[in-house]
């Protein structure tokens, strides 16, 4: 019984396509993220959702949209991929924004752009 | 503004005590998390602590300071299964997110 659950785990792809990741949580929670993770390892926040609503959209290219079809359920799209897009992309959820509580992680999306 | 700082890298030893510390700035607190981050896999959950005190999840313990704006996450006992990054991070109360620390790569030798 997976809590945070996002597929695909791996994603290989040539710069200039387009491509999505999802992801799906079974907690109740209210809260989903999208962090990215570089090669240095700093988790930066990209998007949060409360209950379907964007209430975080950092400095990220508008060539990344994020869409909540339900509170339990959290997608991104990626448009034009770039070199500098590869990372691994995690989704997260939490029962209430920037809880200390603890978010729960899922397994991570390792995109490749060659 | 706000920032995090704690070591980049720490080595120990199995069987040993290790303590990474996390120190922050911001005007407004509502508290630490630490978060364990293997290799290949994704962040976890360990602690938080929204008072003073050390707060104890078996052979690991967190403290945490306000007047002094640091924390620190204490590992007792090593393995070497403890390899791992260790992430420090704050919620400042204003904008609903938390603002994490660069991580602690934690290396455990036999």
């Known amino acids: 019984d997976t809590a945070v659950s996002q597929t695909p785990k791996y994603l290989v792809t040539q710069m200039g396509n387009d491509k999505s990741i999802k992801c799906e949580q079974n907690?109740?929670?209210?809260?989903m993220y999208w962090y990215k993770q570089d090669s240095k390892k700093f988790l930066k926040i990209m998007f949060s959702y409360n209950n379907k609503e964007l209430i975080i959209n950092e400095t990220v290219p508008n060539r990344f949209s994020p869409k909540s079809p339900d509170k339990a359920h959290l997608n991104l799209h990626i448009n034009s991929l770039e070199l500098g897009d590869s990372a691994v992309y995690f989704c997260?959820?939490?029962?209430?924004?920037?809880?200390?509580?603890?978010?729960?992680f899922g397994s991570g999306t390792r995109l490749t752009v060659v | 503004g706000q920032s995090l700082e704690q070591p980049s890298e720490v080595t120990a030893v199995e069987g040993a005590i290790v303590q990474i510390n996390c120190t922050y700035q911001?005007?407004?607190?509502?508290?630490l998390s630490w978060y364990q981050q293997h290799d290949g896999g994704a962040p976890t959950f360990l602690s938080y602590?929204?008072l003073d005190g050390l707060e104890e999840t078996g052979r690991f313990s967190s403290f945490l300071s306000r007047s002094d704006s640091y924390g620190y996450l204490l590992l007792q006992e090593l393995q070497m299964k403890d390899s791992a990054s260790y992430f420090c991070?704050?919620?400042?109360?204003?904008?609903?997110?938390?603002?994490w620390g660069l991580g602690t790569s934690l290396a455990v030798n036999p």
């Open positions: 991070a704050f919620n400042a109360g204003n904008n609903r997110k938390l603002i």
């Open positions: 911001t005007s407004g607190f509502y508290g």
């Open positions: 997260a959820s939490s029962q209430e924004p920037g809880t200390i509580v603890g978010y729960t």
């Open positions: 602590n929204a």
């Open positions: 907690l109740g929670h209210d809260t």
